[in-house]
């Protein structure tokens, strides 16, 4: 039966193109994935593949003509000319022809291509069930691809449910608990003599959240008809993998493989006394010495676990600030409110050995801009210095596919890589290290694979820091607006003048609100203070649909409640808070 090849997504609000030069004529053979026409936007200039192998039935449009995205640009005699491809198989995305990330252009490994098989097991095969992949599995699934998930873990959900931001979460919830009950119940008269941890207690119910949201991702697999490959995938070439060494096809492979805690040279992680994120989410006592290398969210937020459970924490960082990337005033006020807390901070300091004793370690720390050296003694030792591309023992560089010098996968704008049929999402390829940025992605990339138009707005994407405060932002920092030449105006409300943040005795920090000082768009929303990770939702809105801080200001928050500090940091952008 013949099959239609139409105009795919050409990227976000483009809906139109003009039909170029005809790769293919009528009575052609073509392969599945091999160019039959161009077509031109002023955004892009894309070659449209064929769908399956066959034979070129007949031209629906001419060079020239105008055609709109969906729109039937030709068909095609399926198998006519070899085995038909998977009948859900929807065409290949465009390739801009400027990616944001680069590749497109690098060449395409022949080997790979010519061995694609022409019949596959599934449309969609994703390596890796982290919320890059499962979320892109589901929505692919949604969209009607048949559909594999490889997973090597025992359960699914990756990094982020298994040892990320669900057990952190947990423990960040409880240890504030614990604090609060020992610290600031009595000043709200409920007065607790004795406060005891029973840590073992905490830790079972963090394995509880943990199994009930990693079930949770085996049920939906089951209810979207998604089929867990148990096994360590390995990429063999466009349209095939193993699993475990068994041969599966796919039309379309997605690389999701995540991301692994980063190493320093001379210090060896044994998850008892080195540990990485992993081994300090499960702690069976607290440390008398906790000392955390990098001073970054994964460091600080598992620092502030163990230090409210009674730890003595010292953070030892490289660079003379904390949380590197974050707008430096919202970044100074932190620095001082964990110093309030009891943190121990060495900045501009680094690690240059770690040896184990008896007791614990004793780590050699140096000036990072050269001196004399110190030993810092500790019980536990958290190495936090980032994370680094899960990209090694797949089969990438022999399946011919680009890594940077990072080892992340190079993908274009609509996460291809170089290898036509291969693409990648989440941690694994460039971009900031979160669930939430590889869900965006997981789903961009299934729709654009069905022909939609999906994308990610790189430039509305929240960070938040689950410390106590919480700090979170979105857009861009004031030091950024003045790197790029940005005249700005700022608005800026404490929690202090807020009236909820007053009742639940909760008033460090402020709302700052960065505004364009030409249009009043909202550029950037830095928060700290209490719920701020929950607050940037707002900003986070305000920044995708293009809102003005006058738009913020003029909408109806609840009252008393923490966002009224929100539309008054906005109102502040034109000198009119109200309550300060
Ligand atoms: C302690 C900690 C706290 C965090 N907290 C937050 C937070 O609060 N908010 C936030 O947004 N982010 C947080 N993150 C980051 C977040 O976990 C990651 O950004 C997110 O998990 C990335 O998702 P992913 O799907 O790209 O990869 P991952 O979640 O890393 O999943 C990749 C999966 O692929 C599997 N895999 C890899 N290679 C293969 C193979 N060859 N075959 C089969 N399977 C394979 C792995 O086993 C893994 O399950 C945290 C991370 C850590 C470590």
Redesign the pocket.
């Known amino acids: 039966m013949p099959i239609e090849i139409k105009v795919p997504s050409l990227g976000e609000s483009v809906t139109t193109a003009t039909v170029g030069k005809w790769l293919k004529q009528p009575g052609d053979a073509v392969k599945t994935d091999e160019p039959v026409v161009e077509l031109e936007t002023d955004k892009v200039s894309v070659e449209v593949p064929a769908p399956a192998d066959g034979r070129l039935a007949a031209h629906a449009v001419a060079e020239g003509d105008e055609v709109a995205v969906g729109a039937v640009l030709a068909t095609l005699e399926q198998g006519a000319a070899g085995a038909s491809a998977p009948a859900k198989a929807a065409p290949a995305a465009a390739k801009a022809d400027k990616p944001a990330a680069q590749p497109a252009a690098a060449a395409k490994p022949a080997a790979a291509q010519a061995e694609a098989p022409a019949e596959t097991d599934y449309d969609v095969l994703v390596?890796?069930?982290?919320?890059?992949?499962y979320v892109c599995a589901i929505r692919a699934a949604q969209l009607g691809f048949k559909v594999a998930c490889?997973?090597?873990?025992a359960t699914l959900?990756?990094?982020?449910l298994?040892?990320?931001?669900i057990p952190?979460?947990a423990l960040l919830q409880s240890s504030e608990n614990y604090h609060a009950a020992g610290h600031d119940f009595a000043a709200h008269g409920v007065v607790i003599d004795s406060v005891k941890l029973d840590l073992a207690r905490m830790q079972a119910r963090k394995a509880d959240i943990v199994g009930a949201n990693v079930k949770g991702v085996e049920y939906l697999f089951k209810k979207n008809g998604i089929t867990w490959l148990k096994?360590?995938?390995?990429v063999e070439g466009t349209g095939r993998v193993t699993v475990d060494g068994k041969p599966v096809t796919a039309k379309h492979i997605i690389i999701?493989?995540?991301?692994d805690?980063a190493n320093l040279p001379g210090i060896e992680v044994d998850e008892k006394t080195i540990v990485t994120?992993t081994g300090a989410?499960e702690l069976s006592e607290v440390p008398k010495r906790l000392v955390v290398i990098g001073g970054g969210v994964?460091g600080l937020?598992?620092g502030s676990v163990w230090q409210r459970l009674g730890a003595e924490v010292t953070v030892i960082e490289y660079l003379n600030r904390l949380v590197p990337g974050t707008d430096n005033e919202v970044a100074s006020q932190f620095q001082k409110l964990l110093v309030k807390q009891g943190f121990k901070l060495k900045l501009g300091h680094k690690v240059t050995k770690a040896e184990k004793t008896k007791k614990g370690v004793v780590l050699t720390v140096e000036p990072a801009a050269g001196g004399a050296a110190e030993t810092l003694e500790a019980d536990i030792v958290l190495l936090a210095v980032g994370?680094t591309a899960?990209s090694k023992?797949?089969g990438l560089e022999e399946a011919g596919i680009e890594l940077d010098k990072r080892g992340r996968v190079v993908t274009d704008a609509h996460f291809a890589t170089n290898v036509p049929g291969i693409y990648a999402?989440?941690?694994?390829i460039a971009g900031p290290?979160?669930?939430?940025?590889?869900e965006e992605e997981g789903v961009a990339l299934a729709e654009i694979l069905a022909g939609q138009a999906g994308h990610v707005n790189y430039d509305a994407i929240p960070g938040?820091i689950?410390t106590w405060p919480e700090v979170a932002s979105v857009g861009f920092t004031e030091e950024q607006l003045k790197g790029k030449g940005t005249a700005y105006k700022i608005g800026k409300f404490p929690f202090m003048a807020n009236g909820r943040a007053r009742a639940l005795g909760m008033t460090d920090g402020f709302v700052k609100v960065l505004a364009c000082e030409k249009t009043d768009r909202v550029l950037g929303v830095h928060i700290i203070g209490p719920c701020a990770g929950e607050l940037i939702a707002e900003a986070t809105m305000a920044i995708e649909f293009g809102a003005s801080a006058e738009d913020i200001g003029r909408v109806c928050h609840a009252h008393p409640t923490l966002s009224e500090a929100v539309k008054e940091a906005a109102l502040g952008a034109d000198n009119r808070s109200i309550n300060i």
Do not use: F, Q
């Open positions: 390596i890796g069930a982290g919320p890059g992949g490889v997973e090597k873990r959900g990756g990094t982020c298994n040892v990320g931001c952190s979460k096994g360590h995938g390995k999701a493989s995540g991301s805690s994120s989410l994964i937020e598992l994370r899960a023992g797949m999402i989440g941690d694994v290290m979160l669930a939430h940025k590889a938040v689950y």
